[in-house]
């Protein structure tokens, strides 16, 4: 199937796309060659999903495909046809409440410029999402695949710590829309 869909890429042909993004069913006829990336960003203008290196090494991209971490600057949006896509726009409830991710990175001041966060709390979403407990070794493991030039990952990794404590201990705001 992704040969297929990389060959179609390569010969300029559009497809109709249908996926949910953030829990809301969408349609659009892209051109094969399109990014899950560019898609969500330049047709759906959910910019929150940042790109940077643009191949699959920053982890900017991240975002959940059936509630997996995906990098979308990797994914055509055709492989995504049928499948449900979260962005960062989609952690918060319908309500407003933050997502646990969104409320540790805050409280434990995770982010300094914040272009790399909305690939750590697609990341940290998952993570919570699992139900584990980790130790700050393996949260480190975990979130290796998401680069920051700003904040030399300490309090990355506590604000990793309290999602999952915030999710364990019950709080509201844990399951991302999808
Ligand atoms: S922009 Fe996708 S991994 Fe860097
Ligand atoms: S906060 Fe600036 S790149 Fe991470």
Redesign the pocket.
């Known amino acids: 199937m992704q040969h297929i869909a990389y060959l179609m890429a390569s010969l300029g042909v559009s497809q109709l796309v249908r996926i949910s993004v953030n829990g809301t069913p969408t349609e659009r006829v892209v051109e094969a060659r399109t990014t899950l990336a560019d898609f969500l960003r330049e047709e759906l203008d959910l910019t929150g999903t940042h790109v940077a290196c643009g191949h699959g090494v920053c982890g900017a991209c991240t975002v959940l495909l059936d509630g997996a971490s995906v990098r979308s600057c990797l994914m055509l949006a055709v492989q995504s046809d049928g499948h449900e896509v979260t962005t960062v726009e989609g952690l918060a409830g319908d309500d407003g409440e933050l997502h646990v991710a969104q409320r540790a990175f805050a409280e434990e001041h995770g982010?300094?410029?914040?272009?790399?966060?909305p690939g750590f709390l697609i990341t940290t979403a998952e993570i919570v999402g699992e139900g584990v407990e980790l130790s700050r070794a393996e949260i480190r493991e975990r979130i290796s695949g998401n680069l920051?030039?700003?904040?030399g990952y300490q309090n990355i990794v506590t604000a990793v710590e309290t999602a999952i404590a915030l999710q364990r201990d019950g709080a509201a705001g844990g399951a991302p829309r999808a």
Request: glycine share 10%.
């Open positions: 982010l300094q410029c914040g272009f790399c966060t920051c030039r700003c904040t």
